[in-house]
């Protein structure tokens, strides 16, 4: 199975504080000539920088989809 881990932006509101941007990232896996969305985690981090690595980690280690939540916990060293 080919898996592609992206990152993905999107604008939050919050009460009070007005609106940002925030970055999630979503797991891809190829099938034929397209893509089928297997997993999305919104607003990991607002930092893009910080989003990339993890995705880039998770592509250069075919992480299974199941375990995105544990690999984006260990970033932020929880």
């Known amino acids: 199975m080919q898996l592609e881990y992206a990152v993905f932006q999107e604008l939050r509101r919050i009460a009070d504080s007005g609106t940002f941007l ?3 990232i979503r797991v891809w896996r190829r099938e034929g000539g397209g893509k089928l969305l297997l997993r999305q985690v919104s607003d990991v981090s607002v930092s893009r920088p910080f989003v990339e690595q993890i ?5 250069r280690y075919e992480l299974a989809p199941e375990h995105l939540m544990d690999v984006i916990e260990d970033a932020f060293g929880k």
């Open 55 to 59: 995705a880039a980690l998770c592509n």
């Open 22 to 24: 925030t970055y999630g």
